[in-house]
């Protein structure tokens, strides 16, 4: 009678182990999606941090020639009201801004 007993406590412990290990591995599915959304989710705003960084490289580049093209203009009007004439000079722009063209002399 014991054995009898022993044995179909076994079994119903067998089964409630079954049920939870289903329980367990459902679990572990919802865990995996959500660990792939985080994945995805992580490689996109990687995505958008490298665009972030080109575009402020971009502008940083810009802004350096914006203000080499200021400090040009500004030795011009210096040098109209010193009375001397500088020419232009050409800056490496990589075939972008303005195009360099001469300046009228004074008094012309």
Known sequence: LMAS???VRAVLKDA???EQAGVIQSEVLKLLD????LDDRTQKLQTHF???GKDLELIATSTKKITRQAERIEEVQLAETDGE???PTPVD????GAD???LPKRGA
């Open 93 to 96: 722009d990589q075939g972008q």
């Open 100 to 102: 360099i063209v001469d």
């Open 16 to 18: 409630r182990m079954r």
């Open 5 to 7: 007993l022993n044995t």
């Open 34 to 37: 959500d660990v792939r959304r």
């Open 85 to 87: 004439e500088l020419e």
């Open 50 to 52: 490298g665009q972030a």
